[in-house]
Structure formats: structure tokens, C-alpha cells
């Protein structure tokens, strides 16, 4: 598989190394499962403001994707992707910030470098899925 990607995609071991928030990618793999929020709600409010998350095995690591419900919906629709299904996404680097100080009623200060969980600082938010090509393509100069 890491040679059909290879054409594609930035694989797990190379976004950990990235540093720039909002910057895009193109991530790929085969879903290994899929978490949908809806189902952890009794009604659904405002649908466009639920996730999907994809974890995709690239062959050299792992690496979860979130999804706008839209995104998701459609792809399964158009491509009737699932646990199993080896796709691209492409969609752009989050680098969540979980450092903090806070001072409480006693005037004691609590302070976090947010380290504790350094693999959930990172994530791609993703907008378009779709089946990884056959194909690898080529290059023209037009």
C-alpha cells in the first residue's frame, strides 16, 4: 500500500514532524473505524456541527481524520466508503493547544504545558474523501 500512497499523500510519521497550523494536506489509508458523534446525541440540533472521525492505517503509522457530517454523508453516498475502504482526504492541520494557568479562589496557580497527551495536539480536518485511484497519474505541462 505505502507505494500506491507514496503519489498522493503525507504519511502519520511526517505530520507529527509539522508545525504550521491551517497548512494542507493530503492524508491516506485504509479506515480501520470510523467514530460518528450523532450517535452519542438523542436529537440532532444542528447536523452541520457534528463530526465524523476516520482512523486511517497509511501502512507506516496511524492518523485520525475529522470530518464535517456533510463531508462524510457524501462521500458514502458517492463512493460507499467504510471500515475497510482505502481513500485520500484532503483537508488542512490542526494543532490543538492544551496549555493553561488559571489562578483559583485561594490565589494558588495551576499551570499546564499541555504535554500530557502530545498525540492528540495534532489533527487534519478534512472537507473532501474519495477512493484512492488505481491509477497513479501523469504529469503533463499543460
Known sequence: MIDKLKHFVTFSEALK?????GKEFTVGG????????TH????????KDHFVYLM???????QSVALPLGAYEHAV??????????VLVQ???????FSFEYKDKR??????????????TKRIVGWKVT?????IPTLSKD
Request: without cysteine.
Open 91 to 97: 483537508g488542512m492541520l490542526q494543532i490543538l493547544d
Open 107 to 120: 490565589g494558588m496557580i495551576y499551570k499546564s504545558d499541555g504535554v500530557n497527551h502530545p498525540e492528540q
Open 40 to 47: 452519542f446525541v438523542d436529537k440532532i440540533e444542528e447536523p
Open 56 to 62: 486511517l492505517d497509511d501502512a507506516v503509522g496511524e
Open 77 to 86: 453516498a458517492r463512493y460507499g466508503i467504510g471500515v475497510g475502504s482505502v
Open 17 to 21: 514532524k509539522e508545525t504550521e497550523h
Open 30 to 37: 485504509k479506515i480501520t473505524s470510523i467514530l460518528n458523534t
Open 131 to 135: 477512493p484512492l485511484p488505481e491509477e
